[in-house]
């Protein structure tokens, strides 16, 4: 009876060991592919699943969105500039069994292969497009790696550069390019206010023009802005200032003729002068006695 009962006892221990590992659980977001002396004969979904011990062979895959960062890699563009690109990628099992049998390691295979995509793809390009244009690159290196890895039974969701390394020369010389950029917009934005200044400037001359009384109030308040401030500074508006000029040419011309008057009149006074002196000589000539010597006797006529 004690060999009866060592051996049922024996053979419940091997039964309750058979039993655990016949029983696997998988998770939610795994699939299991059965093999079965080696060969696959099914995908066990999620769940509690049996297989034969040591028969059968059970590998779990994961179906969750991996995230796999990309190293940063020494790259030179298209125009011989050398930077350090780093990236990162998104990708998850779409085929469990491609997952398992096609490839020995997915995330290892797919990091390779992601470094030397992201390589050629931006040293086809240029650092401007490279900086500008990473929706394009991204886009690129995703389509190439879906084709790479669709026989892994893996799909790539995303990838994205993460870090764009610059040497400091480059960096710079960049910077002195967005600096001369932006005086340049600077520039140009100046100039069109001066443009826009201009025109209004003309539209209220031209009111001005029609409003003569407009541009004396301005000119008061122009004055009225000024005094403010209660300094010793004293502001001519131009009108005032083209008003005392037309004052002081008219004084001068008041003064030439002035002038011109006296000096006819000095002109007339002397030539009657001189008349009245030749009308007084005349008159002592003629009235001025004459007298002749003859030759006998002396007489006065």
Same mark, same amino acid.
């Given at each position: 009876? =004690?060999?009866?009962?060592?051996?049922l006892?024996?053979?419940?221990?091997? #039964?309750?060991?058979l039993?655990?590992?016949?029983?696997?659980?998988?998770d939610?977001?795994?699939?299991?592919?059965?093999?079965r002396? !080696?060969?696959?004969i099914a995908?066990?979904?999620?769940?509690?699943t049996?297989?034969i011990?040591?028969?059968?062979?059970?590998r779990?895959v994961?179906?969750r969105?991996?995230?796999?960062?990309?190293q940063?890699?020494g790259?030179i /563009?298209?125009?011989?500039?050398?930077?350090d690109?780093? &990236?990162?990628a998104?990708?998850r099992?779409?085929?469990?069994v491609?997952?398992?049998?096609?490839?020995?390691?997915v995330a &290892?295979a797919?990091?390779?292969?992601a470094? =030397?995509?992201?390589?050629?793809?931006v040293?086809?390009?240029t650092?401007?497009?490279?900086?500008?244009?990473?929706?394009?690159i991204? !886009?690129?290196?995703?389509?190439?790696?879906?084709?790479?890895?669709?026989e892994w !039974?893996?799909?790539? /969701?995303?990838?994205?550069?993460?870090?764009?390394?610059?040497p400091e020369?480059m960096?710079?010389a960049m910077?002195?390019q967005?600096?001369a950029e932006?005086?340049k917009?600077a520039k140009?934005?100046?100039?069109?206010?001066? #443009?826009?200044? &201009?025109?209004?400037?003309?539209?209220?001359?031209?009111?001005m023009?029609q409003h003569?009384?407009?541009l004396?109030?301005?000119?008061?308040?122009?004055l009225?802005e000024?005094?403010v401030?209660?300094? /010793?500074?004293?502001?001519?508006?131009?009108?005032?200032?083209?008003t005392?000029?037309?004052?002081?040419?008219?004084?001068?011309?008041?003064t030439?003729?002035?002038?011109a008057v006296?000096?006819?009149a000095?002109?007339g006074?002397?030539?009657?002068?001189?008349?009245?002196?030749?009308?007084r !000589?005349? =008159?002592?000539?003629a009235?001025?006695?004459?007298?002749?010597r003859?030759?006998?006797?002396s =007489?006065?006529r």
């Open positions: 009876m =004690t060999v009866v009962w060592i051996v006892s024996v053979v419940a221990a091997l #039964a309750v060991v039993l655990a590992m016949s029983m696997h659980v998988v939610q977001y795994e699939k299991g592919v059965l093999f002396l !080696g060969r696959v995908v066990r979904e999620p769940g509690l049996f297989i011990p040591f028969v059968d062979v059970l779990k994961s179906l969105i991996v995230t796999m960062p990309i940063s890699q790259i /563009t298209r125009d011989n500039v050398s930077i690109v780093a &990236a990162v998104y990708y099992v779409a085929d469990a491609k997952a398992v049998v096609a490839i020995e390691n &290892a797919i990091n390779q292969i470094q =030397t995509t992201l390589r050629n793809v040293g086809r390009s650092l401007d497009e490279t900086l500008s244009e990473t929706e394009t991204n !886009g690129a290196i995703r389509e190439i790696l879906d084709v790479a890895t669709a !039974g893996v799909v790539v /969701t995303l990838v994205e550069l993460k870090d764009i390394q610059l020369s960096k710079r910077a002195r967005a600096e932006r005086e917009r140009i934005i100046a100039a069109e206010g001066e #443009a826009a200044a &201009a025109a209004a400037l003309g539209d209220a001359s031209d009111t023009m003569p009384l407009a004396q109030l301005r000119n008061l308040q122009s009225l000024i005094g401030d209660k300094n /010793t500074t004293v502001v001519f508006p131009a009108p005032l200032m083209s005392i000029g037309d004052l002081g040419a008219f004084l001068q011309r008041e030439a003729a002035a002038e006296v000096s006819q000095s002109v006074s002397a030539n009657g002068s001189v008349r009245r002196g030749q009308a !000589g005349m =008159t002592s000539a009235t001025r006695p004459r007298w002749s003859s030759a006998r006797s =007489t006065w």
